[in-house]
T-cell receptor, first 117, second 115 residues
Framework: AQKITQTQPGMFVQEKEAVTLDCTYD???????LFWYKQPSSGEMIFLIY??????QNATEGRYSLNFQKARKSANLVISASQLGDSAMYFC??????????????FGSGTRLQVQP | EAQVTQNPRYLITVTGKKLTVTCSQN?????MSWYRQDPGLGLRQIYY???????DKGDVPEGYKVSRKEKRNFPLILESPSPNQTSLYFC??????????????FGPGTRLTVL
């Protein structure tokens, strides 16, 4: 079963508007972390925002916020005031807290966001 | 500037010719890892290292070797590359503390083509 599901292969948004990228996850761990990364066309993987499973407040980083709904196992990324430079692939990822020290991130399949002028 | 660097960024090689992709971080991170990214398969972990001289296999280790002789460096070695190792490779590092809060920072990626 998929541990991270991103159901939107592609999204369009007008410049200066807000956009929500969906992410649902599956884990039986009580302790886990959720991460969003941005991958522009140049290929690098840029960390955007983190949410811990025990965090009661939604994480925010500048124009990025994470809408964390634990009971629904969703961790949607909200980008406010979209800019042309936000056009990229966005990945949701999870690291479960139990088990080995592998600390491997489990990634979703990504959402390609295109910001239109 | 805190960063993870990889070299080379682009490499085209031929089957069987040994190559090394270097990875270095300047954040004094204990944990380092290699991933490969392939269309339709996403990012998969190849090897990881919890600290100097401590390495272990990830999900797809076949055909790869790593070493961690110094804290800052974690090279990926392909002893005999094959075309199915054509991929985009990422090195990542993190502090190595509480697993669920441990943010991994990625290098810029190495695009490898094996002919």
């Amino acid at each position: 079963a998929q541990k991270i599901t991103q159901t939107q292969p592609g999204m369009f948004v007008q410049e200066k508007e807000a956009v929500t990228l969906d992410c649902t996850y599956d884990t039986s761990d009580q302790s886990y972390g959720l991460f969003w990364y941005k991958q522009p066309s140049s290929g690098e993987m840029i960390f955007l925002i983190y949410q811990g499973s025990y965090d009661e407040q939604n994480a925010t980083e500048g124009r990025y916020s994470l809408n964390f709904q634990k009971a629904r196992k969703s961790a949607n990324l909200v980008i406010s005031a979209s800019q042309l430079g936000d056009s990229a692939m966005y990945f949701c990822a999870m690291r479960e807290g139990r088990g080995t020290g592998r600390r491997a991130l489990t990634f979703g399949s990504g959402t390609r966001l295109q910001v239109q002028p | 500037e805190a960063q993870v660097t990889q070299n080379p960024r682009y490499l085209i090689t031929v089957t069987g010719k040994k190559l090394t992709v270097t990875c270095s971080q300047n954040m004094n991170h204990e944990y380092m890892s290699w991933y490969r990214q392939d269309p339709g398969l996403g990012l998969r972990q190849i090897y990881y290292s919890m600290n100097v001289e401590v390495t272990d296999k990830g999900d797809v280790p076949e055909g790869y070797k790593v070493s961690r002789k110094e804290k800052r460096n974690f090279p990926l070695i392909l002893e005999s590359p094959s075309p199915n190792q054509t991929s985009l490779y990422f090195c990542a590092s993190s502090l190595g503390q509480i697993p669920s809060t441990d943010t991994q920072y990625f290098g810029p990626g190495t695009r490898l083509t094996v002919l």
